[in-house]
């Protein structure tokens, strides 16, 4: 049994030194059976994709789909949380191309506000300062979260607590209550054993991704494995471990047919 999915990995068209394809023959190489392409945000101040960009990226996407059949391709974004309200930086429309909704902190975003850069980005970028302070943004970022959660059908929380404090085991009742993957990051994992552990026990599902930024890290999964062999995480409990996971839209869409 195996990873069998990768779905958090960039290209050129954000903070990625590879193409689309690139990534997709990498995957293939790596004999997953599965791969996303998520490039940054576009509320990203240094790295986001470009809207101008969209429709190259969708049309080579469907060429790829054709010229490599036995690999199922997923065209999505790593989008921003970028305030309290748990705003994200995608539209309505965006669902229409979108296969599959990553999203996490980032810290150099844009806010849809003036106060918004004070609450939530300058502070996180100074990391609260007093404990008091810090306990207070524990709570405000944990809400921005959750709040996230209920405006957006998001699939999977992409490096959680990384450059942010947040209340983990809150946020994954939250995503198990919405059927939202958290989680552990093929560059760094940023919660604590304690956080991992205490996640077990909301019945969230976990998802091992690469979070690569280059083909030669596509399907790199040391890392993340590495805390699921040590904590003894059941494999049940990964949803990409000897499966394809569903993910949150599709199961609303199955649950809508059904």
């Not at 990498?26 to 997953?32: H, T, V």
């Not at 599965?34 to 080579?60: C, K, N, Q």
């Not at 409990?237 to 809508?256: D, L, M, S, T």
Request: net charge neutral; aromatic share 8%.
């Amino acid at each position: 049994m195996s990873i069998l999915g990768d779905y958090h990995t960039h290209t050129v068209f954000s903070h990625g030194h590879g193409s689309i394809e690139d990534n997709v023959k990498a995957a293939i190489k790596r004999g997953l059976k599965e791969i996303a392409i998520t490039d940054h945000g576009f509320w990203h101040g240094s790295y986001g994709v470009r809207r101008m960009d969209l429709p190259t990226m969708i049309d080579e996407v469907k060429v790829l789909r054709q010229r490599y059949p036995h690999i199922n391709i997923y065209l999505g974004i790593e989008a921003n949380l970028v305030d309290t309200c748990g705003r994200v930086d995608i539209e309505e429309s965006d669902y229409e191309w979108l296969d599959i909704l990553v999203c996490g902190y980032h810290k150099n975003v844009q806010t849809t506000s003036v106060k918004e850069f004070f609450d939530f980005r300058l502070a996180n970028l100074l990391g609260g300062g007093t404990t008091k302070n810090t306990a207070k943004q524990i709570v405000r970022n944990t809400d921005a979260y959750i709040k996230m959660l209920e405006r957006y059908k998001i699939d999977i929380i992409s490096h959680p607590n990384y450059g942010i404090v947040t209340d983990v085991k809150a946020i994954a009742k939250a995503a198990a209550h919405y059927g939202t993957f958290m989680e552990l990051n093929g560059k760094k994992v940023s919660m604590t054993d304690d956080e991992i552990i205490s996640l077990l026990d909301t019945g969230v599902t976990l998802i091992v991704d690469s979070d690569a930024h280059s083909a030669d890290r596509v399907g790199e999964f040391s890392v993340p494995l590495s805390f699921v062999d040590r904590l003894g995480i059941p494999h049940d409990r990964i949803a990409n471990y000897g499966k394809v996971p569903i993910f949150r839209r599709q199961r609303e869409r199955n649950n809508r047919r059904g």
